[in-house]
T-cell receptor
């Protein structure tokens, strides 16, 4: 099956620093990638939809200047949390859909971000 | 607007028994897809089963089956012969065929399989 690789799996950073999370589709071309945020024991909340070569579409309430998304190629999307603060601590998970299998959404393994 | 509702925050089932996890949805789009994902404590999201809105038969994948009641807008997941490894969080999700192709998720059901 299709594989989506997400790194790092866990990151601890100081308040005010920026953190970059990578999401790669390993064996398919992902024209669209999605970034989700999940608080403990809660559902996945869509943050933004990332299309290759174009600007990401952010959900209402998500600060685009805080959460920078770049989808530079068909296999790579990055999420940068800029000037992170403790309230940004969360589980971030990316997902990708190959154009030929739109009925499936493949997920990365997630990144646990802790901002001190 | 599309919406997914999972009304069972937690469920218990005895090992080897079957269990049904409820999911109802709401959409105005005639074409949509319904999914179930499993999330163990490690955090990864594992695809379980998919049902298209135009599929005539209920989807099945091994021990998983989806009880699709289109008129009731329900898409319940049935797990047969539960195993201890089935203990996890289960999310129902929906994708509309039109528009932005976004996937939305329900609030999840935590399943605990008892030995």
């Amino acid at each position: 099956g299709a594989v989506v690789s997400q790194h790092p799996s866990r990151v601890i950073c100081k308040s005010g620093t920026s953190v970059k999370i990578e999401c790669r589709s390993l064996d398919f071309q992902a024209t669209t990638m999605f970034w989700y945020r999940q608080f403990p024991k809660q559902s996945l909340m869509l943050m933004a939809t990332s299309n290759e070569g174009s600007k990401a579409t952010y959900e209402q309430g998500v600060e685009k200047d805080k959460f920078l998304i770049n989808h530079a190629s068909l296999t790579l999307s990055t999420l940068t949390v800029t000037s992170a603060h403790p309230e940004d601590s969360s589980f971030y998970i990316c997902s990708a859909t190959p154009g030929t299998e739109v009925e499936k959404l493949f997920f990365g393994s997630g990144t646990q971000l802790s901002v001190l | 607007a599309q919406k997914i509702t999972q009304t069972q925050p937690g469920m218990f089932v005895q090992e080897k028994e079957a269990v049904t996890l409820d999911c109802t949805y709401d959409t105005s789009d005639p074409s949509y897809g319904l999914f179930w994902y499993k999330q163990p404590s490690s955090g990864e999201m594992i695809f379980l089963i998919y049902q298209g809105s135009y599929d005539q038969q209920n989807a099945t994948e091994g021990r998983y089956s989806l009880n699709f009641q289109k008129a009731r807008k329900s898409a319940n997941l049935v797990i047969s012969a539960s195993q201890l490894g089935d203990s996890a969080m289960y999310f129902c999700a929906m994708r509309e065929a039109s528009g932005t192709y976004k996937y939305i998720f329900g609030t999840g059901t935590r399943l605990k399989v008892l030995a």
